[in-house]
């Protein structure tokens, strides 16, 4: 049978997981394989066939901006509006049919407060100031002088940024308890406690201010849910992009499921999962077919935005790691020497000499590691909203990370800053090994940084050029060219 959206005839590939409509399925679809468009039609399908109402539909993704554009696109196939959320939004709309009254926290809460611990609230504890002064390797002459010179210093910052993260990824995923116990490790005590403390005020203050955070949101929605306080008429869960999922998220799509005998229909590509720092746990889908009785599994291996060439390249360099799911992606597009490897010697002219060979009426999307590496590429041009503007050139040119970029494509793809350094790719700063204590450990080197890099070169529909300092390449340099 062929399923047809928006004037699009699906593969049998795309059809056979709409068609055959299990109660529990994972949809595994590898980078450019139509899975927007399988999400379409499985929808349409179930609508078309009189499987299910459209009220009674759910489509969970990541971000506001994949809401709109998966909204948008259900409308276009069927001229309805079915429910989009992300799992924030979803999780207020439950809180909403409570009578709860609630105010949201500003993002930033949590750094405040850190700053105000250390600023204030650690100098009525004379044990916390012993633990700090000993952290940042002081123990003599404790003085005002000292103590100042930590909180200016780099490794403040550094410590900062593993304290937001260890409290973000232990709410994520319901991991107090794992700090609890740890807290007589010798080895981390005084980080621990410090952390600990900081989380105590943290959780105190959305409490006395009666405010919720993001993952405050979800743990009451889940709570509602479970003790039948709210009703869903969700009988379809379809949840996009579920390699960037957290345990507290799960929670929330298993509770609806289970209280609503609802089938649930997961996507993603373990291969595109690099949001470990906001909390995301890969383990869920690489072990999801665990969590549920007679979980169906589909593959969609066929690629239609990237060559063969490409592919057997960035397939063969990112299964490396055998923690990831092994597939075999095609494509019926073929292209000689996909990737091609720019060495320089002088950073200054490299990118905008190799902008003027490249064809005038092609998009190109130039990615980064962090937001600055355009910088030293582009002395004297403007960067203006991420949009590169070279006098006498007429190329439509836009910048951004790579995390940024993920979902999206474009003609050309030209990725910056392959040299082998602290900030290059992969980037050599190093977790605080603190975090180890929360999170499964994947012992590959580079694991994520692996990932995002195989998103980088997946974004191209036909060439992407790597811009690699001759002196000092990259070590997934030598590993594309033994491939290659």
Not at 197 to 218: C, H, P, R, V
Request: proline content about 2%; some cysteine; overall charge positive.
């Amino acid at each position: 049978m062929n399923i047809k959206v928006n004037n699009i005839i699906l593969s049998k590939e795309q059809s056979i997981p709409i068609i055959n409509n299990p109660n529990i399925s994972m949809i595994i679809a590898g980078a450019g394989s139509g899975k927007t468009l399988t999400i379409v039609g499985k929808i349409k399908y179930m609508i078309d066939n009189n499987l299910i109402k459209p009220y009674e539909i759910c489509a969970i993704t990541y971000t506001n901006k994949a809401v709109d554009s998966l909204k948008n696109k259900i409308k276009e196939a069927t001229n309805l509006d079915i429910d989009v959320y992300t799992f924030h939004k979803l999780s207020l709309n439950i809180i909403k049919k409570s009578n709860m009254n609630y105010s949201i926290a500003n993002e930033d809460l949590l750094e405040y407060i850190i700053d105000e611990f250390f600023y204030s609230k650690a100098f009525g504890n004379k044990l916390l100031l012993k633990y700090i002064y000993n952290i940042f390797n002081i123990y003599l002459f404790k003085t005002n002088y000292n103590y100042n010179k930590i909180l200016k210093s780099d490794e403040y910052k550094s410590f900062k940024k593993t304290i937001i993260s260890f409290i973000n990824y232990m709410k994520a995923n319901n991991s107090i308890n794992k700090l609890i116990n740890e807290l007589n490790n010798n080895k981390y005590k005084k980080k621990l406690l410090i952390i600990y403390f900081i989380y105590l005020i943290y959780i105190n203050e959305l409490g006395a201010t009666n405010k919720l955070d993001f993952d405050k949101m979800i743990e009451i929605a889940t709570s509602y849910i479970n003790n039948k306080k709210v009703k869903l008429p969700y009988k379809l869960l379809i949840v996009d992009e579920f390699q960037d999922t957290s345990l507290l998220r799960f929670n929330l799509i298993k509770a609806i499921v289970l209280n609503n005998n609802a089938k649930l229909c997961v996507v993603g590509d373990d291969y595109q999962s690099i949001y470990k720092f906001q909390g995301c746990d890969l383990s869920l889908f690489i072990n999801f077919k665990n969590e549920f009785d007679n979980v169906k599994i589909y593959y969609l291996n066929e690629t239609y935005r990237n060559s063969q060439e490409l592919i057997n390249i960035a397939g063969h360099f990112v299964m490396k790691n055998p923690n990831q799911i092994k597939k075999n992606l095609i494509s019926n597009i073929h292209i000689d020497n996909p990737i091609n490897i720019i060495k320089y010697k002088n950073i200054k002219n490299v990118l905008i000499d190799l902008i003027k060979t490249l064809p005038l009426d092609k998009e190109i999307l130039i990615l980064g590691r962090n937001n600055f590496d355009i910088n030293k590429y582009i002395s004297g041009y403007r960067l203006i909203n991420n949009n590169l503007y070279i006098p006498n050139i007429k190329h439509n040119l836009k910048y951004m990370t790579i995390h940024s970029s993920k979902g999206l494509e474009s003609d050309i793809v030209i990725i910056l800053n392959l040299v082998n350094d602290m900030y290059g790719i992969p980037s050599k700063i190093k977790d605080d090994e603190l975090l180890d204590i929360l999170k499964n450990k994947d012992d590959y080197p580079y694991s994520e940084e692996r990932r995002l890099f195989y998103v980088a070169l997946t974004r191209t529909k036909s060439y992407v050029y790597l811009l690699v300092d001759k002196y000092n390449p990259s070590i997934f340099i030598n590993e594309i060219k033994k491939i290659t």
